[in-house]
């Protein structure tokens, strides 16, 4: 069984690296078409961003297959042999941790390197090495702390509940649920300063276009994302009564007042279609499905492996694999969420005006500098927003018709 785990990552890495090397090869020769949607020097500036980002895309990906071969081959059995003496709850705590810190170790670098090496090459990194070290620090401390109570709490049912694995499942999607409730207001503000909206006559008109939609939000807030990143963005944030309107700084920066409310009416539009919702029940849909597979592994695949028959050890393999089971799960997670975009795109044209969308679209692919090309395997797997020139064509802009018949202008524009 070891063996034909094996094969299927193998294959997962191959499939990931060529989509890769596809894409980069589709960019470096789209570079030098006519520009699209942005001036000649930000358009090859863009492209050339994006070949960056994709080769060292590539190393992180041989990365994570040196790492899985690691923890097939030996790293479990030493997690195991480590906390041999330990008790059941506390080894998966332990064993848990360890494999988080290992793993955090090995990705560092590229975290660092796409940080203050390729995104200032770009002009995006705004990031202090002062700054970069304190988010690490608190992200750590947060996850281990995290870590150390789901591990201890899912070693519990495991060892005390028959069917562990779908009250596992059933723990792990509440966790989710919480989190997405106190993100805006106690996760976020660790890391970012959230100011409400000085600007009175702004925040009337976007009260007025929350009001028209039935969202009642805990306010508007300013963040401070220019300190890490010059690009912009908008979001709403938490569940129920805990949702934020959150707007970038760069944001207020570059948008005019009409193209800021248009931005807002597509992510109300994500709200009146309940995408938040559909969202976290496909996540816990395949959680289902994982958590189901991971609780029929047969005693003989760890004898395979040279290991007692543990919770810490079934977490370690389920974490070790998680990424792969996700990917197979992208086209589809991708698919439903690229048509959620557009019927978003459609809303805001009706609350507010599609020429106003159209224009903040136009702005947010210049001043992003996101590269409108793609290759199709690259749109299939991971883009979770169409075409930034279907979503155009879709909202009336006559403008890209012509542009919208080369089939190569499939570029993904982050809203």
Not at 21 to 27: A, E, T, W
Not at 110 to 139: A, C, G, H, W
Not at 219 to 243: E, I, M, P, Q, T
Request: glycine share 4%; hydrophobic share 50%; proline share 4%.
């Amino acid at each position: 069984m070891t063996e034909m785990l094996s094969i299927i990552f193998f294959l997962y890495v191959l499939v990931k690296v060529y989509i890769s090397v596809m894409q980069i090869g589709y960019v470096a020769r789209a570079k030098h078409s006519n520009p699209v949607l942005m001036s000649p020097g930000k358009y090859m500036k863009a492209a050339n961003y994006l070949i960056a980002t994709e080769r060292l895309k590539i190393v992180e990906t041989l990365i994570e297959y040196a790492l899985f071969l690691f923890w097939l081959s030996f790293g479990i059995r030493w997690l195991d042999t480590l906390t041999w003496n330990m008790g059941p709850i506390m080894q998966a705590v332990v064993a848990v941790n360890l494999f988080l810190i290992v793993n955090y170790i090995a990705e560092l670098p590229f975290s660092i390197y796409k940080t203050f090496v390729i995104d200032e090459r770009f002009k995006f990194n705004n990031m202090t090495p002062e700054l970069f070290i304190s988010d690490q620090i608190k992200s750590g401390i947060m996850t281990l702390l995290i870590a150390s109570v789901l591990s201890a709490a899912i070693a519990w049912i495991i060892i005390n509940v028959p069917m562990w694995w779908l009250f596992s499942f059933l723990l792990i999607f509440a966790f989710i649920v919480i989190v997405n409730l106190l993100y805006p207001t106690v996760i976020a503000p660790m890391f970012n300063k959230f100011t409400p909206l000085e600007d009175e006559n702004l925040k009337a008109k976007i009260d007025e276009l929350l009001r028209k939609s039935g969202f009642e939000s805990e306010g508007v807030f300013v963040v401070d994302a220019s300190k890490r990143d010059s690009r912009l963005n908008a979001y709403f944030g938490g569940l129920g009564k805990s949702k934020r309107v959150v707007l970038f700084d760069t944001l207020l920066q570059k948008l005019s007042e009409k193209e800021l409310l248009a931005v807002l009416g597509h992510e109300l539009g994500h709200f009146k279609h309940h995408d938040i919702y559909k969202n976290i029940a496909m996540l816990g849909g395949i959680l289902f499905v994982g958590f189901y597979i991971f609780g029929h592994i047969p005693t003989s695949f760890f004898m395979e492996l040279g290991v007692r028959e543990t919770p810490a050890m079934l977490m370690v393999l389920f974490m070790l694999l998680i990424s792969m089971f996700i990917f197979i799960f992208m086209p589809i997670i991708s698919l439903i969420s690229r048509r959620n975009e557009y019927e978003a795109d459609r809303y805001a044209a009706q609350v507010c005006n599609a020429a106003d969308l159209v224009s903040a679209l136009k702005k947010l692919v210049d001043e992003n500098q996101s590269f409108p090309k793609a290759h199709p395997l690259t749109i299939f797997f991971y883009y979770s927003h169409p075409p930034i020139i279907e979503r155009l064509k879709a909202l009336g802009d006559k403008s890209v018709a012509k542009s919208g018949s080369d089939e190569a202008l499939k570029g993904e524009c982050t809203l």
